[in-house]
């Protein structure tokens, strides 16, 4: 599945330091992401779709076998 998804991402650190980021889906579906900086806050939110994409895939092709 391809294509462009309209998010609200918001990034946040703490007074530590550490991160928070998050995006919330012009459909209402939200992710979140957190991590010892705001950067690895936002990979670890990025990372979450590609693990999410490979389980379907990966569900799919078991499905299909």
Do not use: F, Q
């Amino acid at each position: 599945m391809t294509g462009h998804r309209d998010a609200a991402l918001s990034v946040t650190t703490d007074e530590d330091g550490a991160g928070c980021a998050s995006a919330e889906a012009a459909d209402g579906g939200v992710a979140y992401g957190e991590g010892d900086t705001a950067v690895e806050a936002l990979t670890d939110l990025r990372s979450g779709p590609v693990a999410l994409s490979e389980s379907i895939g990966a569900l799919e092709a078991a499905n299909t076998a």
